[in-house]
């Protein structure tokens, strides 16, 4: 069996970042104790999600879940840090991977000036074991594609006609959930307390989930999640990226 290399620090020198997934609670599941960190540390941290998450609750018709998700994903962003959430409004469960898509996402970067963008899997699988969701693999790959996109005044020109000049400042995406992580945060007390919180603003998501007691069901999957990491990160609770470097 292949020994797994150690998982290296995520770098520190930048000010500002932008996380761009595809459905409220995506960066709920472990990466918020890396944000709070982040933003308790004076880093901005500004959030862009694709869709809304309406077709994510079985038993609440897409009109009443939007505004109900949408609602949960600003009060989890602000326990930490975030303040600026914004919605794309692509439908939820049928992302497209297209110009269309990349041309959003390429806009919010010009918006934000990031140097650190942050996305969720774009892989087919979760690590061979489960099929990832078409919603995710768009939104990753197209972020990942808009980075570049964000920098080149010729891709999209019309984005400079409404005034979002190029952005060629992005120096790395980092990929949450990712099964060949390359860096890693580690996850402070303080820290891993505000990722629970955090992902229990998604009361209504969580109980349409499992019947198990909520607060239980976050602690155990964010330790779980965060102690895998750890185990390649010095042995404490981590949270791990794929780092792409531009």
Do not use: K
């Not at 409404?162 to 120096?171: A, C, M, S, Y």
């Not at 891993?192 to 019947?211: C, F």
């Amino acid at each position: 069996m292949t020994e797994l290399t150690e998982l290296r620090p995520m770098p520190e020198d930048w000010h500002r970042a932008l996380a761009v997934v595809a459905h409220p609670d995506d960066l709920e599941y472990g990466c918020s104790a890396a944000i709070a960190q982040w933003t308790e540390a004076g880093r901005e941290v500004a959030y862009v999600l694709a869709t809304r998450g309406e077709a994510g609750i079985d038993t609440l018709h897409p009109a009443d879940a939007a505004p109900l998700r949408e609602r949960e994903q600003r009060a989890s962003a602000a326990v930490v840090g975030v303040s600026a959430v914004e919605f794309l409004d692509h439908r939820d469960g049928v992302v497209e991977y297209g110009t269309a898509l990349r041309r959003d996402i390429a806009a919010a970067i010009r918006r934000h000036r990031p140097e650190l963008v942050i996305t969720l899997n774009h892989r087919d699988t979760w690590g061979g074991v489960a099929w990832n969701t078409p919603d995710h693999v768009a939104v990753g790959r197209a972020t990942l594609d808009a980075a570049a996109d964000a920098g080149n005044r010729w891709i999209f020109p019309e984005l400079v006609e409404q005034g979002l000049e190029p952005w060629d400042g992005v120096r790395w995406v980092a990929v949450a959930g990712s099964a060949t992580p390359t860096h890693a945060v580690a996850a402070t007390e303080a820290g891993l307390e505000a990722a629970v919180r955090s992902l229990l603003e998604h009361r209504a998501y969580i109980e349409a989930l499992t019947d198990q007691d909520p607060e239980t069901y976050v602690r155990e999957f964010l330790a779980s999640a965060t102690g895998a990491a750890g185990e390649r990160f010095g042995g404490w609770p981590a949270v791990a990226f794929e780092l792409f470097t531009r």
